[in-house]
Protein backbone atom coordinates (compact mmCIF):
# COMPACT_ATOMS: atom_id res chain seq x y z
CA UNK A 1 0.00 0.00 0.00
CA UNK A 2 2.97 2.47 0.78
CA UNK A 3 4.07 1.69 -2.28
CA UNK A 4 1.46 2.68 -3.95
CA UNK A 5 0.80 5.56 -2.09
CA UNK A 6 4.54 6.62 -2.76
CA UNK A 7 3.90 6.02 -6.50
CA UNK A 8 0.42 8.55 -6.71
CA UNK A 9 2.74 10.94 -4.82
CA UNK A 10 5.26 10.99 -7.50
CA UNK A 11 3.12 12.19 -10.30
CA UNK A 12 3.76 15.48 -11.86
CA UNK A 13 0.95 18.29 -11.33
CA UNK A 14 0.37 18.29 -14.98
CA UNK A 15 -0.78 14.57 -14.06
CA UNK A 16 -4.01 15.73 -12.34
CA UNK A 17 -4.65 18.67 -14.57
CA UNK A 18 -4.94 16.46 -17.33
CA UNK A 19 -6.73 13.68 -15.07
CA UNK A 20 -9.18 16.32 -14.00
CA UNK A 21 -9.81 17.68 -18.02
CA UNK A 22 -10.91 14.00 -18.57
CA UNK A 23 -13.15 13.68 -15.85
CA UNK A 24 -15.05 16.77 -17.05
CA UNK A 25 -15.07 16.06 -20.50
CA UNK A 26 -16.52 12.94 -19.60
CA UNK A 27 -18.93 14.39 -17.62
CA UNK A 28 -20.17 16.77 -20.33
CA UNK A 29 -20.32 13.84 -23.13
CA UNK A 30 -21.61 10.68 -21.39
CA UNK A 31 -24.13 13.41 -19.47
CA UNK A 32 -25.64 13.35 -23.45
CA UNK A 33 -24.35 10.88 -24.99
CA UNK A 34 -26.66 8.36 -22.52
CA UNK A 35 -29.48 10.45 -22.74
CA UNK A 36 -29.22 10.53 -26.76
CA UNK A 37 -31.05 7.87 -28.59
CA UNK A 38 -33.58 9.23 -25.91
CA UNK A 39 -33.70 12.61 -27.49
CA UNK A 40 -33.89 11.59 -31.40
CA UNK A 41 -36.75 9.16 -31.19
CA UNK A 42 -38.27 10.49 -28.11
CA UNK A 43 -41.49 12.13 -29.11
CA UNK A 44 -41.82 16.00 -29.60
CA UNK A 45 -44.31 16.95 -27.63
CA UNK A 46 -41.51 16.33 -24.60
CA UNK A 47 -39.16 18.56 -26.43
CA UNK A 48 -37.06 15.56 -27.98
CA UNK A 49 -37.13 15.40 -32.19
CA UNK A 50 -39.47 11.97 -33.09
CA UNK A 51 -37.22 10.78 -35.39
CA UNK A 52 -37.61 7.11 -36.65
CA UNK A 53 -34.85 4.35 -35.23
CA UNK A 54 -34.11 4.07 -38.62
CA UNK A 55 -32.85 8.32 -38.39
CA UNK A 56 -31.44 7.57 -34.63
CA UNK A 57 -29.00 4.84 -36.05
CA UNK A 58 -27.43 6.65 -39.20
CA UNK A 59 -26.74 9.65 -36.36
CA UNK A 60 -25.41 7.76 -33.58
CA UNK A 61 -23.44 5.14 -35.63
CA UNK A 62 -21.88 8.39 -38.02
CA UNK A 63 -20.65 10.20 -35.56
CA UNK A 64 -19.14 8.08 -33.24
CA UNK A 65 -17.78 6.14 -35.83
CA UNK A 66 -15.99 9.37 -36.52
CA UNK A 67 -15.23 9.87 -32.75
CA UNK A 68 -12.68 7.25 -32.75
CA UNK A 69 -11.47 6.87 -36.31
CA UNK A 70 -10.43 10.69 -36.53
CA UNK A 71 -7.48 10.48 -33.48
CA UNK A 72 -5.25 8.65 -35.54
CA UNK A 73 -5.08 11.95 -37.72
CA UNK A 74 -6.18 14.60 -34.95
CA UNK A 75 -2.58 12.82 -32.74
CA UNK A 76 -0.51 14.25 -35.66
CA UNK A 77 -2.13 17.73 -35.77
CA UNK A 78 -1.97 18.34 -31.60
CA UNK A 79 1.98 16.82 -31.67
CA UNK A 80 2.19 19.50 -34.73
CA UNK A 81 0.69 22.46 -33.58
CA UNK A 82 0.65 21.98 -29.75
CA UNK A 83 -1.21 20.16 -27.22
CA UNK A 84 -3.14 23.05 -25.69
CA UNK A 85 -4.07 25.26 -28.85
CA UNK A 86 -5.80 22.02 -30.04
CA UNK A 87 -7.50 21.42 -26.64
CA UNK A 88 -8.96 25.32 -26.81
CA UNK A 89 -10.15 24.62 -30.11
CA UNK A 90 -12.25 20.99 -29.19
CA UNK A 91 -13.15 22.81 -25.82
CA UNK A 92 -15.32 26.07 -28.61
CA UNK A 93 -16.33 23.33 -30.80
CA UNK A 94 -17.22 21.26 -27.90
CA UNK A 95 -19.43 24.16 -26.23
CA UNK A 96 -20.87 25.02 -30.21
CA UNK A 97 -21.60 21.70 -30.72
CA UNK A 98 -23.69 20.62 -27.88
CA UNK A 99 -25.57 24.46 -28.49
CA UNK A 100 -26.32 23.02 -31.91
CA UNK A 101 -27.70 20.11 -31.03
CA UNK A 102 -30.06 21.92 -28.44
CA UNK A 103 -31.29 23.77 -31.11
CA UNK A 104 -31.42 22.31 -34.54
CA UNK A 105 -34.42 19.69 -34.79
CA UNK A 106 -34.17 18.41 -38.40
CA UNK A 107 -32.57 15.15 -39.49
CA UNK A 108 -29.27 16.48 -41.73
CA UNK A 109 -28.17 19.51 -39.53
CA UNK A 110 -28.76 17.10 -36.04
CA UNK A 111 -26.63 14.82 -38.41
CA UNK A 112 -24.22 17.23 -39.15
CA UNK A 113 -23.83 18.98 -35.27
CA UNK A 114 -23.43 15.41 -34.17
CA UNK A 115 -20.34 14.80 -36.51
CA UNK A 116 -18.96 17.88 -35.75
CA UNK A 117 -19.12 17.03 -31.98
CA UNK A 118 -17.85 13.95 -32.97
CA UNK A 119 -14.59 16.28 -34.63
CA UNK A 120 -14.05 18.01 -31.20
CA UNK A 121 -14.15 14.77 -29.28
CA UNK A 122 -11.70 13.29 -31.60
CA UNK A 123 -9.41 16.38 -31.22
CA UNK A 124 -9.33 16.07 -27.45
CA UNK A 125 -9.47 12.01 -27.02
CA UNK A 126 -5.72 11.68 -28.39
CA UNK A 127 -4.22 14.88 -26.10
CA UNK A 128 -5.19 12.98 -22.65
CA UNK A 129 -4.01 9.58 -23.56
CA UNK A 130 -0.48 10.65 -24.58
CA UNK A 131 -0.40 13.26 -21.43
CA UNK A 132 -0.97 10.11 -19.19
CA UNK A 133 1.70 8.19 -21.49
CA UNK A 134 4.21 10.92 -21.46
CA UNK A 135 3.67 11.74 -17.03
CA UNK A 136 4.23 8.26 -16.20
CA UNK A 137 6.89 5.83 -16.46
CA UNK A 138 6.73 1.80 -16.95
CA UNK A 139 7.15 1.10 -13.06
CA UNK A 140 4.61 4.16 -13.08
CA UNK A 141 1.39 3.99 -15.77
CA UNK A 142 -0.47 0.69 -14.64
CA UNK A 143 -1.29 2.95 -11.88
CA UNK A 144 -1.67 6.16 -14.00
CA UNK A 145 -3.50 4.44 -16.40
CA UNK A 146 -6.04 2.94 -13.48
CA UNK A 147 -6.54 6.53 -12.14
CA UNK A 148 -7.45 7.63 -15.77
CA UNK A 149 -10.20 5.18 -16.00
CA UNK A 150 -11.40 5.39 -12.70
CA UNK A 151 -11.73 9.31 -14.28
CA UNK A 152 -13.60 8.58 -16.94
CA UNK A 153 -16.06 6.27 -15.10
CA UNK A 154 -16.53 9.19 -12.44
CA UNK A 155 -17.95 11.34 -15.31
CA UNK A 156 -19.34 8.54 -16.96
CA UNK A 157 -21.71 7.98 -13.81
CA UNK A 158 -22.53 11.85 -13.02
CA UNK A 159 -23.25 12.97 -16.38
CA UNK A 160 -25.44 10.39 -17.02
CA UNK A 161 -26.84 10.58 -13.62
CA UNK A 162 -27.51 14.66 -13.42
CA UNK A 163 -29.34 14.23 -17.17
CA UNK A 164 -31.73 11.31 -16.23
CA UNK A 165 -32.81 13.76 -13.07
CA UNK A 166 -33.44 16.32 -15.83
CA UNK A 167 -34.29 15.55 -18.84
CA UNK A 168 -37.97 14.48 -18.08
CA UNK A 169 -38.25 18.27 -16.89
CA UNK A 170 -36.23 19.63 -19.25
CA UNK A 171 -34.10 18.53 -22.66
CA UNK A 172 -32.34 21.50 -23.02
CA UNK A 173 -30.66 21.04 -20.08
CA UNK A 174 -29.13 18.47 -20.52
CA UNK A 175 -26.93 19.89 -23.57
CA UNK A 176 -26.97 23.47 -21.40
CA UNK A 177 -24.99 21.37 -18.28
CA UNK A 178 -23.25 19.99 -21.37
CA UNK A 179 -22.11 23.48 -22.01
CA UNK A 180 -21.29 24.42 -18.16
CA UNK A 181 -19.05 21.25 -17.69
CA UNK A 182 -16.75 21.28 -20.68
CA UNK A 183 -16.32 25.07 -20.46
CA UNK A 184 -14.50 24.41 -16.87
CA UNK A 185 -11.57 23.15 -18.67
CA UNK A 186 -10.71 26.51 -19.70
CA UNK A 187 -9.92 27.17 -16.03
CA UNK A 188 -7.44 24.14 -16.32
CA UNK A 189 -6.07 24.47 -19.77
CA UNK A 190 -5.03 28.39 -19.28
CA UNK A 191 -4.10 28.50 -15.60
CA UNK A 192 -2.74 24.95 -14.87
CA UNK A 193 -1.63 22.93 -18.02
CA UNK A 194 1.72 22.89 -18.99
CA UNK A 195 2.42 22.11 -22.81
CA UNK A 196 4.60 19.06 -22.83
CA UNK A 197 7.91 18.95 -25.08
CA UNK A 198 7.18 18.22 -28.39
CA UNK A 199 9.64 16.59 -31.27
CA UNK A 200 10.94 19.30 -33.33
CA UNK A 201 10.69 17.12 -36.00
CA UNK A 202 7.53 17.09 -35.94
CA UNK A 203 6.93 20.51 -36.48
CA UNK A 204 9.00 20.65 -39.93
CA UNK A 205 7.06 17.71 -41.58
CA UNK A 206 4.30 18.68 -43.97
CA UNK A 207 1.32 17.65 -42.43
CA UNK A 208 0.42 16.09 -45.29
CA UNK A 209 2.92 13.57 -45.21
CA UNK A 210 1.96 13.01 -41.26
CA UNK A 211 -1.45 11.50 -42.54
CA UNK A 212 -0.18 9.68 -45.45
CA UNK A 213 2.68 8.08 -43.00
CA UNK A 214 -0.44 7.40 -40.50
CA UNK A 215 -2.46 5.71 -43.11
CA UNK A 216 1.36 3.66 -44.12
CA UNK A 217 1.35 2.64 -40.62
CA UNK A 218 -2.19 0.79 -40.73
CA UNK A 219 -0.95 -0.94 -43.33
CA UNK A 220 1.96 -2.18 -42.11
CA UNK A 221 0.05 -3.35 -38.78
CA UNK A 222 -2.68 -4.32 -40.42
CA UNK A 223 -0.51 -6.94 -42.94
CA UNK A 224 -0.48 -9.71 -39.63
CA UNK A 225 -3.28 -11.77 -41.01
CA UNK A 226 -3.95 -12.80 -37.52
CA UNK A 227 -4.14 -9.75 -36.07
CA UNK A 228 -6.61 -8.54 -38.83
CA UNK A 229 -8.93 -11.37 -37.96
CA UNK A 230 -8.67 -10.89 -34.12
CA UNK A 231 -9.84 -7.11 -34.73
CA UNK A 232 -12.40 -8.31 -37.27
CA UNK A 233 -14.01 -10.92 -33.68
CA UNK A 234 -13.73 -8.24 -31.83
CA UNK A 235 -16.01 -5.62 -34.05
CA UNK A 236 -19.01 -8.18 -32.70
CA UNK A 237 -17.71 -7.29 -29.15
CA UNK A 238 -18.28 -3.90 -29.37
CA UNK A 239 -21.51 -3.90 -31.60
CA UNK A 240 -23.36 -5.73 -28.49
CA UNK A 241 -21.58 -3.21 -25.78
CA UNK A 242 -22.65 -0.18 -27.87
CA UNK A 243 -26.39 -1.14 -27.43
CA UNK A 244 -25.68 0.08 -23.86
CA UNK A 245 -26.14 3.51 -25.56
CA UNK A 246 -27.80 2.82 -28.62
CA UNK A 247 -31.23 0.95 -27.72
CA UNK A 248 -31.11 0.25 -24.09
CA UNK A 249 -32.24 4.14 -22.61
CA UNK A 250 -34.84 3.31 -25.51
CA UNK A 251 -35.99 -0.05 -24.30
CA UNK A 252 -36.11 0.97 -20.92
CA UNK A 253 -38.10 4.32 -21.82
CA UNK A 254 -40.47 1.87 -23.52
CA UNK A 255 -41.10 -1.25 -21.92
CA UNK A 256 -39.91 -1.35 -18.21
CA UNK A 257 -41.60 -0.46 -14.95
CA UNK A 258 -39.36 1.46 -13.17
CA UNK A 259 -41.92 2.47 -10.25
CA UNK A 260 -41.15 -0.50 -8.45
CA UNK A 261 -37.29 0.84 -8.06
CA UNK A 262 -38.80 4.53 -6.99
CA UNK A 263 -40.59 3.02 -4.25
CA UNK A 264 -37.96 0.46 -2.76
CA UNK A 265 -35.54 3.77 -2.68
CA UNK A 266 -38.32 6.09 -1.77
CA UNK A 267 -38.67 3.69 1.01
CA UNK A 268 -34.78 3.89 2.20
CA UNK A 269 -33.94 7.17 1.47
CA UNK A 270 -37.18 10.12 0.29
CA UNK A 271 -34.93 12.66 -0.56
CA UNK A 272 -32.91 11.17 -3.25
CA UNK A 273 -35.66 9.22 -4.95
CA UNK A 274 -37.33 12.34 -5.19
CA UNK A 275 -34.02 14.18 -6.48
CA UNK A 276 -33.73 11.69 -9.15
CA UNK A 277 -37.08 10.29 -9.94
CA UNK A 278 -40.24 11.53 -12.23
CA UNK A 279 -43.19 13.32 -11.02
CA UNK A 280 -44.79 9.88 -11.54
CA UNK A 281 -42.83 8.40 -9.06
CA UNK A 282 -40.33 6.15 -11.64
CA UNK A 283 -36.66 6.33 -12.30
CA UNK A 284 -35.79 7.41 -16.07
CA UNK A 285 -33.67 5.34 -17.97
CA UNK A 286 -30.93 7.48 -18.21
CA UNK A 287 -30.10 7.28 -14.61
CA UNK A 288 -30.56 3.45 -14.72
CA UNK A 289 -28.11 3.36 -17.34
CA UNK A 290 -25.46 5.67 -15.18
CA UNK A 291 -25.21 2.68 -12.44
CA UNK A 292 -22.89 0.41 -15.47
CA UNK A 293 -20.01 3.26 -14.35
CA UNK A 294 -21.10 3.71 -11.07
CA UNK A 295 -20.28 -0.34 -10.86
CA UNK A 296 -17.29 0.22 -12.51
CA UNK A 297 -15.74 2.88 -10.11
CA UNK A 298 -17.03 0.24 -7.12
CA UNK A 299 -15.59 -2.96 -8.30
CA UNK A 300 -12.61 -2.55 -11.16
CA UNK A 301 -10.05 -2.90 -8.77
CA UNK A 302 -11.29 -6.37 -7.24
CA UNK A 303 -12.09 -7.61 -11.10
CA UNK A 304 -8.69 -6.52 -12.33
CA UNK A 305 -6.99 -8.47 -9.49
CA UNK A 306 -9.18 -11.34 -10.34
CA UNK A 307 -8.61 -12.06 -14.03
CA UNK A 308 -4.98 -10.68 -14.12
CA UNK A 309 -4.09 -14.64 -13.38
CA UNK A 310 -5.75 -15.61 -16.73
CA UNK A 311 -4.45 -15.22 -20.43
CA UNK A 312 -6.15 -12.07 -22.19
CA UNK A 313 -7.80 -14.32 -24.16
CA UNK A 314 -8.91 -16.51 -21.95
CA UNK A 315 -10.10 -13.85 -19.69
CA UNK A 316 -11.53 -11.86 -22.31
CA UNK A 317 -13.52 -15.00 -23.73
CA UNK A 318 -14.54 -15.14 -19.69
CA UNK A 319 -15.69 -11.30 -19.61
CA UNK A 320 -17.82 -11.57 -23.20
CA UNK A 321 -19.50 -14.54 -22.07
CA UNK A 322 -20.29 -13.00 -18.68
CA UNK A 323 -21.36 -9.25 -20.68
CA UNK A 324 -23.63 -11.31 -23.20
CA UNK A 325 -25.54 -12.84 -20.02
CA UNK A 326 -26.04 -9.21 -19.02
CA UNK A 327 -26.94 -8.03 -22.09
CA UNK A 328 -29.36 -10.19 -22.49
CA UNK A 329 -30.84 -9.69 -19.05
CA UNK A 330 -31.10 -5.96 -19.91
CA UNK A 331 -32.94 -6.56 -22.83
CA UNK A 332 -35.21 -9.51 -21.28
CA UNK A 333 -37.12 -8.11 -18.42
CA UNK A 334 -39.81 -5.40 -17.88
CA UNK A 335 -39.18 -5.53 -13.93
CA UNK A 336 -36.25 -2.97 -13.05
CA UNK A 337 -34.29 -4.96 -10.35
CA UNK A 338 -34.01 -7.73 -13.18
CA UNK A 339 -32.61 -4.50 -15.47
CA UNK A 340 -30.43 -3.32 -12.69
CA UNK A 341 -28.99 -6.93 -11.88
CA UNK A 342 -28.36 -7.39 -16.21
CA UNK A 343 -26.15 -4.07 -15.65
CA UNK A 344 -23.90 -5.11 -12.83
CA UNK A 345 -23.94 -9.16 -14.87
CA UNK A 346 -22.95 -6.45 -18.20
CA UNK A 347 -20.21 -4.43 -16.18
CA UNK A 348 -18.62 -7.17 -14.75
CA UNK A 349 -17.79 -8.56 -17.95
CA UNK A 350 -17.05 -5.11 -19.22
CA UNK A 351 -14.58 -4.87 -16.42
CA UNK A 352 -12.99 -8.26 -17.50
CA UNK A 353 -12.79 -7.94 -20.95
CA UNK A 354 -12.14 -4.71 -21.92
CA UNK A 355 -8.86 -4.20 -20.25
CA UNK A 356 -7.66 -7.36 -21.58
CA UNK A 357 -8.39 -6.32 -25.39
CA UNK A 358 -5.69 -3.34 -24.70
CA UNK A 359 -3.38 -6.00 -23.09
CA UNK A 360 -3.90 -8.49 -26.09
CA UNK A 361 -3.44 -6.20 -28.47
CA UNK A 362 0.42 -5.19 -26.61
CA UNK A 363 1.48 -8.40 -25.85
CA UNK A 364 1.25 -9.85 -29.64
CA UNK A 365 2.73 -6.32 -31.01
CA UNK A 366 6.76 -6.85 -32.27
CA UNK A 367 8.73 -4.98 -29.80
CA UNK A 368 9.13 -2.49 -32.00
CA UNK A 369 5.19 -1.75 -33.61
CA UNK A 370 3.56 -1.50 -29.90
CA UNK A 371 2.87 1.55 -30.61
CA UNK A 372 2.08 1.29 -34.12
CA UNK A 373 -0.56 -1.92 -33.31
CA UNK A 374 -1.68 0.12 -30.24
CA UNK A 375 -2.97 2.75 -32.67
CA UNK A 376 -4.91 0.47 -34.77
CA UNK A 377 -6.63 -1.01 -31.98
CA UNK A 378 -9.37 1.01 -32.10
CA UNK A 379 -10.27 0.19 -35.50
CA UNK A 380 -12.75 -2.69 -34.14
CA UNK A 381 -14.42 0.08 -32.07
CA UNK A 382 -14.98 2.17 -34.57
CA UNK A 383 -16.21 -0.15 -36.66
CA UNK A 384 -18.42 -1.40 -33.42
CA UNK A 385 -19.82 1.37 -33.57
CA UNK A 386 -21.02 1.32 -37.39
CA UNK A 387 -22.43 -1.97 -36.73
CA UNK A 388 -24.09 -1.31 -33.40
CA UNK A 389 -26.02 1.25 -35.54
CA UNK A 390 -27.37 -1.55 -38.20
CA UNK A 391 -29.13 -3.35 -35.22
CA UNK A 392 -30.21 -0.84 -33.22
CA UNK A 393 -32.31 0.50 -36.37
CA UNK A 394 -34.84 -0.62 -38.07
CA UNK A 395 -33.78 -4.40 -37.23
CA UNK A 396 -34.67 -3.15 -33.37
CA UNK A 397 -37.82 -1.19 -34.33
CA UNK A 398 -39.34 -4.31 -36.30
CA UNK A 399 -38.31 -6.40 -33.18
CA UNK A 400 -39.13 -4.02 -30.41
CA UNK A 401 -39.83 -1.07 -31.25
CA UNK A 402 -42.88 0.40 -29.21
CA UNK A 403 -44.97 2.27 -31.74
CA UNK A 404 -43.97 -0.22 -34.41
CA UNK A 405 -45.68 -2.85 -32.73
CA UNK A 406 -48.80 -0.92 -31.69
CA UNK A 407 -49.32 -0.41 -35.62
CA UNK A 408 -49.25 -3.91 -35.80
CA UNK A 409 -52.12 -4.39 -33.26
CA UNK A 410 -53.71 -0.87 -34.93
CA UNK A 411 -53.64 -2.12 -38.25
CA UNK A 412 -54.92 -5.59 -37.85
CA UNK A 413 -58.31 -4.07 -35.77
CA UNK A 414 -58.75 -2.02 -38.37
CA UNK A 415 -58.79 1.02 -36.43
CA UNK A 416 -58.32 4.72 -38.01
CA UNK A 417 -55.87 6.97 -36.34
CA UNK A 418 -53.84 8.97 -38.11
CA UNK A 419 -49.97 8.97 -39.13
CA UNK A 420 -47.27 10.48 -36.75
CA UNK A 421 -46.80 13.97 -37.96
CA UNK A 422 -45.78 16.98 -36.99
CA UNK A 423 -49.23 17.90 -35.71
CA UNK A 424 -49.85 14.27 -34.13
CA UNK A 425 -46.95 12.99 -31.84
CA UNK A 426 -46.23 9.69 -31.49
CA UNK A 427 -47.28 9.96 -27.59
CA UNK A 428 -50.62 11.55 -29.12
CA UNK A 429 -50.56 7.59 -31.74
CA UNK A 430 -50.25 6.06 -28.64
CA UNK A 431 -52.67 8.11 -26.73
CA UNK A 432 -55.33 7.54 -29.32
CA UNK A 433 -54.85 3.73 -29.45
CA UNK A 434 -55.36 3.38 -25.81
CA UNK A 435 -58.13 4.94 -25.91
CA UNK A 436 -60.01 3.14 -28.88
CA UNK A 437 -58.64 -0.10 -27.55
CA UNK A 438 -60.16 0.99 -24.17
CA UNK A 439 -56.76 0.10 -22.24
CA UNK A 440 -54.75 2.46 -19.68
CA UNK A 441 -51.33 3.19 -20.56
CA UNK A 442 -49.96 0.42 -18.72
CA UNK A 443 -52.52 -1.95 -19.95
CA UNK A 444 -52.07 -1.25 -23.30
CA UNK A 445 -47.90 -1.57 -22.80
CA UNK A 446 -48.44 -5.11 -20.92
CA UNK A 447 -50.61 -5.99 -23.79
CA UNK A 448 -48.60 -5.71 -26.72
CA UNK A 449 -45.30 -6.61 -24.24
CA UNK A 450 -47.12 -10.11 -24.26
CA UNK A 451 -48.49 -10.29 -27.37
CA UNK A 452 -45.82 -9.44 -29.47
CA UNK A 453 -42.56 -10.10 -27.37
CA UNK A 454 -40.44 -7.10 -27.55
CA UNK A 455 -38.15 -8.72 -25.55
CA UNK A 456 -36.95 -11.21 -28.41
CA UNK A 457 -34.32 -8.77 -28.80
CA UNK A 458 -32.03 -9.70 -26.38
CA UNK A 459 -31.49 -13.07 -28.61
CA UNK A 460 -30.12 -10.87 -30.97
CA UNK A 461 -27.88 -9.06 -28.49
CA UNK A 462 -26.46 -11.94 -26.51
CA UNK A 463 -26.24 -13.80 -29.98
CA UNK A 464 -23.55 -11.28 -30.94
CA UNK A 465 -21.85 -11.20 -27.71
CA UNK A 466 -21.47 -14.88 -27.76
CA UNK A 467 -20.33 -15.41 -31.50
CA UNK A 468 -17.58 -13.42 -30.22
CA UNK A 469 -16.57 -15.64 -27.59
CA UNK A 470 -16.96 -18.97 -30.08
CA UNK A 471 -14.81 -16.71 -32.58
CA UNK A 472 -12.60 -16.13 -30.10
CA UNK A 473 -12.11 -19.94 -28.65
CA UNK A 474 -11.45 -21.01 -32.42
CA UNK A 475 -9.29 -18.29 -32.97
CA UNK A 476 -7.22 -18.98 -30.37
CA UNK A 477 -7.04 -22.79 -30.58
CA UNK A 478 -6.44 -23.22 -34.10
CA UNK A 479 -5.55 -19.92 -35.55
CA UNK A 480 -2.89 -18.79 -33.42
CA UNK A 481 -1.50 -22.41 -33.51
CA UNK A 482 -1.62 -22.25 -37.17
CA UNK A 483 1.98 -21.85 -39.02
CA UNK A 484 0.01 -19.08 -41.48
Known amino acids: MSGIVKTIKSFPKVFWVSNTMELFERWAWYGFY ?7 VGSKDTGALGFTPNEKSIIMSTGTWLLYLLPLFTGAIADRVGYKKVLILSYAMYISGYWMLSTFNSFSLVLASYIYLAVAGALFKPIISAMISKTTTSETSSIGFGIFYMMINIGGFIGPFIAGAIYKKSWDW ?11 NYIFVFFFFKEPGRDESNKKEPLGQVF ?27 TAFNQLYFSFPVFVDDWVDTSNLYNALHAVWPWLAESIGTPEGTITAVTIGSLDAFFIIIFQIWISGLVMRYKPLNAMMSGIFVLAIGVGMMFAFQNSFFVILGILTFSIGEMASSPKFTEYVGSIAPPDKK ?10 IAMGYLFAGVVSGDIYDKAAGKLYLLKQEVAKRGLSIPEVSDSFTKNDYWNKAAELMGMSDSELTNF ?15 GIAVSAVIALFIYDKFILKSKA
Open 174 to 184: VFYISMITISI
Open 371 to 380: ALYMGTSFLP
Open 212 to 238: IQALKNIGVALRNFKYVLFLIIMIAFW
Open 34 to 40: MAFALYL
Open 448 to 462: IWINYNPSKIWMLYA
